[in-house]
């Protein structure tokens, strides 16, 4: 439930924030929440098979959204920076 909550979210204010967005940065941020999306079904699979607990899992995807935040911050840089 949370992580439909969370991607519904990100749905809503990925849509809301694309208008402004150059191309550069909206591929940019679409292959960062691409491998965020990757991350998260390896970690959720190493779980479901018992290969780590839930807390290293949980501590896993805290690490990979920040990652994915990151990645996208790099990218909101990438319009920043760019005169208009």
């Given at each position: 439930m949370k992580k439909l909550v969370a991607m519904a979210s990100?749905?809503?204010l990925g849509l809301g924030v694309a208008a402004c967005d150059s191309?550069?940065?909206n591929t940019a941020e679409?292959?960062?929440e691409a491998m965020g999306d990757a991350q998260e079904q390896a970690i959720d699979t190493a779980?479901?098979?018992g290969q780590i607990t839930d807390a290293e899992a949980d501590a896993a995807l805290e690490a990979s959204e920040a990652q994915e935040d990151a990645a996208?911050?790099?990218?909101?840089?990438m319009d920043a920076n760019t005169p208009q």
């Open positions: 990100a749905a809503v191309p550069a940065e679409e292959q960062a779980e479901d098979a996208e911050d790099a990218a909101d840089e």
